[in-house]
């Protein structure tokens, strides 16, 4: 029994689907499909019709096109006529968008009486543009309509090249001005005689521009002098050809010409700076070309002007600089290379300095430092002279501590500030004390505590910390003291020139008693302070 009933559903369920099917295609077939009632758009009485849909336009009236074609080119053919028709109706735009509820609007211009009538009727729009004079103004209401489109577009530009901030004209093949903007017209009047009476055709103001097209690479440099102006008015022009006639365009140029009348002078003056330079000078741009060179750069480099010139690149001016040994010669070209890819990259980043000692025994300090835009400056510094200084002041400090160290009496220096400055072997190995193993400064308050601990007490190192602190006229003085270990030493401070102090300590020979210590003043004043 149950079985009966599912297949007695099945059965209800599959003949329901098949009737609604048959019902469906007797309706699609048998009934008349709906259209929308349109006239034929040729048949229309109004002669300036759209038809749109959305804003795609389906169809138009021969004279409807007519007036699409006056309208910008670059647009599509709905914003296209809302821009065409937005001087006379401004709410057009707005309105138009409420057709689909609104199902028809008019508009209507008040000073010419035109309108505008849009109508919604099944998903399509209806635009009519009619006359103020009505419907019946006959075949004329076209061209009217045309002619207010073009006298529009043409006042709107007249206004923009008239408002343009530069000279615009034409010249025909002969060069004589056959029409101009306003700007133009301005400058004429400036520089002539009657400005109330300018003739036809207008002067050709730029003389120094060639008749016809410019075939030279724009832009020209064109100048004029104005009366009652100290200097002249300066452009840029550009032409464009149009057939047997040159359109000029001429830009303003007068603050491009400060500008560059400004860097031009800075150069020479940087120039005329680097020509006195005793330093070499290489600024290579951001192609690594040699851009700028000075003379002192041929004296240091030994390279010829002419090489120079030519604008090499960092890796040939390197290379004739390896070529001419004005720098260090390197162990392989490999490495050679590697190394001036190395310098480059740390030019790059301000960070290359160096020296170089090369094969004639002359020294070159090398810096690179990176420059706007890319380009690396590098300075060559002949320190050959310095470096000799340098070597034989220490030649010379060499010499001096030697023969401190020949001498028997334990010297130690003082400086006006109190720092152990100098002392010599004996000294160090007195009292076991060497101020150049140590980064901190030996003042005379660390040096006396020293002494102290390795002698009987005594007021001397208290006198010579005073001594060394004084700033007044000093003498030299002398005093012995006892060591720990039975040794007795006489002490000798002596004021050197710059307020520095000599302390030297020798072995005393004698048997003498030191029950209270002794203290010498030398009656000679010292020459130093």
């Known amino acids: 029994m149950g079985m009966f009933d599912l297949s007695l559903g099945l059965v ?12 469906l295609y007797l309706m699609g077939h048998l009934m008349p499909s709906r259209k929308v009632s349109w006239t034929p758009i040729e048949q229309m009485g109004e002669r300036v019709v759209f038809l749109f849909r959305d804003k795609e336009l389906v169809d138009a009236t021969p004279d409807a096109r007519a007036l699409l074609e006056t309208g910008a080119g670059f647009l599509e053919e709905w914003p296209r006529l809302i821009a065409l028709l937005e001087d006379r109706f401004p709410s057009l735009a707005v309105e138009i968008g409420k057709l689909g509820e609104a199902q028809w609007i008019e508009l209507t211009d008040p000073e010419t009486g035109d309108r505008v009538e849009a109508e919604w009727r099944g998903g399509l729009a209806r635009i009519v543009l009619i006359s103020g004079t009505g419907a019946q103004a006959g075949a004329r209401e076209p061209d009217r309509l045309h002619q207010e489109a073009l006298a529009s577009e043409l006042k709107t530009l007249r206004g923009v090249v008239d408002d343009a901030p530069m000279l615009v004209w034409k010249e025909d093949a002969t060069g004589a001005v056959r029409w101009a903007n306003a700007a133009y017209v301005n400058l004429v009047r400036r520089i002539s005689e009657s400005p109330g009476a300018i003739g036809w055709p207008l002067p050709r103001l730029f003389d120094q521009r060639p008749i016809g097209p410019d075939m030279a690479e724009p832009p020209r ?59 070499g000078l290489a600024v290579f741009d951001r192609k690594r070309r040699l851009a700028l060179f000075n003379p002192a750069l041929t004296d240091l480099s030994g390279l010829e002007p002419v090489f120079l010139s030519s604008r090499p690149s960092l890796f040939e001016f390197l290379d004739q600089l390896r070529d001419s040994r ?110 150049d193993a140590s980064l901190a400064d030996t003042g005379v308050v660390q040096a006396t505590a020293l002494w102290q601990t390795l002698c009987h007490p005594t007021p001397v190192w208290g006198d010579l910390r005073d001594f060394v602190g004084d700033g007044g006229e000093r003498a030299e003085w002398t005093a012995e003291v006892r060591r720990l270990d ?44």
Not at 12 to 23: C, D, P, Q, Y
Not at 258 to 277: G, M
Not at 491 to 517: E, K
């Open 486 to 529: 039975g040794k007795r030493l006489t002490c000798r401070f002596t004021p050197l020139t710059g307020h520095a102090t000599l302390v030297g300590f020798s072995h005393v020979q004698s048997h003498r008693s030191l029950a209270s210590p002794s203290k010498i003043w030398v009656k000679v004043p010292a020459t130093g302070r």
């Open 326 to 435: 004005r720098m260090p010669e390197p162990k392989n070209y490999k490495t050679w290379r590697r190394q001036i890819t190395d310098l480059e990259s740390a030019a790059s980043t301000g960070t290359y300095q160096e020296t170089w000692y090369l094969p004639s025994g002359q020294t070159f300090r090398v810096t690179g430092r990176p420059h706007p835009d890319g380009a690396l400056a590098f300075l060559f510094e002949d320190i050959s002279a310095e470096i000799a200084l340098t070597r034989r002041f220490r030649s010379e400090l060499e010499l001096g501590q030697s023969v401190l160290d020949a001498v028997d009496e334990a010297i130690a220096v003082f400086s006006s500030a109190g720092v152990m400055i100098l002392s010599n072997r004996a000294y160090r190995e007195m009292w076991d004390h060497d101020p």
């Open 12 to 23: 209800l369920v599959v003949s329901s689907f098949g009737t609604a099917a048959v019902a």
């Open 221 to 279: 440099r064109l100048s004029i002098t104005v009366p009652n102006c100290e200097e002249p008015l300066w452009f840029d022009s550009y032409d464009e050809a149009q057939e047997d006639d040159t359109l000029i365009f001429a830009l303003p140029a007068d603050k491009l010409v400060k500008a560059e009348t400004s860097l031009r002078e800075f150069v020479q003056t940087l120039t005329k700076t680097f020509a006195h330079l005793p330093t």
